[in-house]
């Protein structure tokens, strides 16, 4: 289940952890009448949090960069998101780190995109590569 994990914790108590767009609950079994009925009140809550704070999809316009901004020192700053969740890659482009230009910092985004792709793409190719090399000589 998505934004919803069991914990189980001998000491702390047993329950489920509702994590929701920066909110989070606790919902303990022995509060709720058992692991069932506290999973019930954890969806509830969920789908009440999608309600009231949908998550926003900002695109950008290219495949992969998504437009966002930070609060910093109480200002909104924007800024272009590039995430390779499976790589673990998270980088942040700041408009004012290019004159002001969104147009810039979006350009430097999306060449970043294209080439860590790339890299990824060579990566994962050399990988399967050595596998079938080390299974043939396995097999030898």
């Not at 924007?78 to 700041?94: L, W």
Request: some cysteine; overall charge positive.
């Amino acid at each position: 289940m998505k934004h919803i994990s069991r914990i189980s914790r001998p000491r702390s108590g047993y329950g489920w952890l509702v994590r929701y767009n920066g909110r989070g609950k606790w919902f303990a079994d022995g509060k709720y009448g058992g692991e069932k009925k506290s999973l019930i009140a954890a969806r509830f809550f969920l789908s009440e949090q999608k309600r009231k704070y949908p998550k926003p999809r900002i695109s950008s316009g290219v495949e992969g960069v998504i437009r966002s901004s930070i609060k910093s020192a109480g200002k909104e700053v924007p800024c272009f998101i590039v995430q390779f969740k499976e790589a673990g890659i998270f980088k942040r482009f700041y408009p004012h780190h290019y004159g002001g230009s969104e147009e810039i910092a979006l350009s430097e985004a999306a060449r970043f995109r294209y080439e860590t792709a790339r890299e990824l793409e060579r990566e994962r190719a050399r990988r399967e590569e050595d596998a079938r090399k080390a299974q043939a000589s396995d097999n030898a």
